[in-house]
């Protein structure tokens, strides 16, 4: 047996939904309670769904009792602020585990190569049950923003370039994906991000979102591309050497730069 995974990510691990009108909707993040949190950048964190329901951005598997990333009890607090974030999150009827609100101030294309990282949704998730993926859905308007995703990590043949204007809807297997975001603008990008669990819920609400996976990777200089890398493997080396310093190993092995 293995878990229920929804088709229409089956092909690419991915889907994008027609876009929201995110015009019609109030500033309602601009009003939460933000935490500093480490993900893929320099970010905060504002949540509206925890592991107990308190202003807590860890995984669920890291408290007692540890679970899978489902059943996130909703932060009072932070969701009287933001009826319509909420609304969204639980629009497609699926469980949620956790939701919150991202903060990303800009980050350059070599830093967010460094920053590609595989989530753990599915930690402790039992078998037969429903694959969590998540929502990434843009409330900025950042169109020369891209979320970017990787099969492999240091292979930029198997990147994915998604654009992030006001309103985008993506949905996303983040366990399969080494994904983070390249943000190009001047002001801080804010993003809902959702843990649904895939099941016939999800499924009829992507269905209803017209998703498509034929997304291609928005061009790029090839120029572009190669100090990326570079910098990307530079920093890893960096970092292996601040390990192998304190008597610790890094995969790779394989040195990535001079």
Not at 65 to 76: H, L, N, Q, S
Not at 233 to 252: C, D, K, N, S
């Amino acid at each position: 047996m293995s878990h229920i995974h929804s088709p229409a990510l089956e092909k690419t691990g991915f889907a994008v939904l027609d876009p929201y009108d995110q015009a019609a909707d109030p500033a309602e993040w601009l009003d939460l309670a933000y935490a500093p949190w480490r993900s893929s950048g320099v970010t905060r964190f504002a949540p509206l769904a925890s592991h107990s329901g308190e202003a807590d951005c860890n995984g669920f598997w890291n408290h007692t009792p540890p679970r899978p990333d489902k059943d996130g009890v909703w932060i009072d607090a932070q969701t009287a602020k933001a009826p319509n974030l909420t609304r969204r999150a639980q629009e497609p009827g699926a469980n949620v585990g956790r939701c919150r609100v991202i903060e990303l101030q800009p980050t350059p294309y070599g830093e967010c190569l460094y920053n590609l990282h595989q989530d753990d949704n599915n930690r402790l998730n039992p078998d037969g049950t429903g694959w969590v993926v998540r929502g990434f859905y843009n409330l900025t308007d950042d169109p020369e923003s891209l979320l970017i995703l990787r099969q492999d990590r240091f292979d930029p043949a198997t990147e994915v370039r998604l654009p992030l204007p006001a309103g985008s809807r993506i949905v996303v297997d983040t366990q399969r994906f080494w994904h983070a975001v390249w943000h190009r603008g001047a002001a801080p990008r804010y993003a809902l991000i959702t843990s649904w669990t895939s099941g016939p819920e999800l499924d009829a609400y992507l269905a209803a979102g017209h998703a498509r996976s034929d997304g291609t990777a928005a061009p790029l200089d090839p120029d572009v591309i190669d100090d990326a890398q570079q910098e990307l493997h530079r920093r890893i080396e960096e970092r292996r050497h601040a390990f192998e310093a304190l008597g610790e190993v890094l995969e790779p092995t394989v040195p990535l730069w001079p």
